[in-house]
Each structure stands twice: as structure tokens, then as C-alpha cells.
């Protein structure tokens, strides 16, 4: 655990947080791309977890089909794995909705570390609406409809706004307006991961000038 700790500082962790629909996983994509980041998704995770036979697939299985929430320490450990096998080959990682909530971000910083920065896709409850009900008609998902969609981002609002308190206090945080085109919203979140990464680099400097 020494050696990840220690490893892990070399990396930078950025949590990716939004509402259902705020462009989370776009724009993580773009930005994985631009900057040589690992993308990673808790969904993906966990669906790439299912698909196997293990132990923890089975919990997770019967957690998706009853609709409960999977238990955190699962979503921990898949994503330390995740983050230790690609550790050597990465400038960092973006952690697409993760944590849902601050036990979920508790869970983290004591199972693996602090994240360097938190963005925040802040997106309107009314644009996030109108993309889901897009998203869900183009593939017909039928069990999208308006009553959950709506039921699925009032959820996100109320987990949600105390993540954001909690990191305000702690670590950078940058509120990305969302409501834009993905050009928009890409060229505001690179804008504050240069802020961020300037900022680094010029307290590293200091450090070794001292």
C-alpha cells in the first residue's frame, strides 16, 4: 500500500461529477484524449464485472435487477484495481459520476487517496431532461420516460449537493456550465484543467527552487 500511495501522487485523479445527461462521459472522452488521461467509468466497471463469474458479480447482479444502489466497497475496489493496472501507462484519471455521494468519497480517500480535483457538468434540470428524453426516444428505451427521468435527476440533486460542499472546502473544484454545446462545455473544462495543471506546475517549481 506504501508503493501505491506513493505512486499515486505522480498520477492525478479527477473526479467527473454531474447529473443523468450533463455530458459526463463525452466530455471525459474528449479530454482522456487531450491530455493522455484514463478514462474511468464506474458503469463500465461494473458492467465488465458482471460479465465474469466472480463472487462480486453476483452481488452486483442482484443489486442492478432489484434497483439498489451496489454496495460502495465494490465500486471502490473495481476502481483501485482499475487505477493500479494502468497506473504506469497514464498522466492521470478521470473518474466519470463518481463518488454519488460522500460516504462513496470517504470510502475513496481512505481506500486509495484524495482526488487532485473535483469538476462539476452543473447543468439545468430542464436541459438535462430534454437530452435524457432525446437520448431514450432515438433508442426507443420506453422505461425512460418523464416521470423517471425526472425521479433520476431529483436523486442527483439531493446526493449530490453535499459531495459539493464537501470538496469545496478540500481540493480545487470547478463548476463547468453544462447547458452549452459539447464544444462549449469541452473548451470550459479544458480551460480549468490548465488552470489547475499551471497551478501545479508552478508550486512544483517553487518547491525545487527553494
Known amino acids: 500500500m506504501g508503493d501505491f500511495s506513493e505512486d499515486l501522487k505522480k498520477s492525478n485523479i479527477i473526479f467527473v461529477i454531474g447529473g443523468p445527461g450533463s455530458g459526463k462521459g463525452t466530455q471525459c472522452n474528449k479530454l482522456a484524449e487531450k491530455y493522455g488521461f484514463t478514462h474511468l467509468s464506474t458503469e463500465d466497471l461494473l458492467q465488465r464485472e458482471m460479465s465474469s463469474s466472480t463472487e462480486r458479480s453476483k452481488i452486483i447482479r442482484v443489486a442492478m435487477e432489484s434497483g439498489k444502489l451496489v454496495p460502495g466497497d465494490i465500486i471502490t475496489e473495481l476502481l483501485k484495481e482499475a487505477i493500479v493496472a494502468n497506473m504506469e501507462d497514464t498522466k492521470g484519471f478521470l473518474i466519470d459520476g463518481y463518488p454519488q455521494n460522500v460516504k462513496q468519497g470517504e470510502e475513496f480517500e481512505h481506500q486509495i487517496g484524495e482526488p487532485s480535483l473535483v469538476l462539476c457538468m452543473d447543468c439545468s434540470s430542464k436541459t438535462m431532461s430534454s437530452r435524457l428524453l432525446k437520448r431514450s426516444q432515438s433508442s426507443q428505451c420506453l422505461d425512460d420516460n418523464a416521470e423517471i427521468i425526472m425521479k433520476r435527476i431529483e436523486t442527483y440533486y439531493e ?39 499551471e497551478k501545479e506546475r508552478t508550486a512544483s517549481f517553487s518547491v525545487h527552487t527553494v
Request: net charge negative.
Open 159 to 197: 446526493e449530490n449537493e453535499p459531495v459539493i460542499i464537501y470538496y469545496e472546502n478540500k481540493i480545487p473544484l470547478f463548476k463547468i456550465n453544462a447547458d452549452g454545446t459539447p464544444e462549449e462545455v469541452f473548451l470550459e473544462a479544458c480551460s480549468s484543467i490548465d488552470t489547475f495543471l
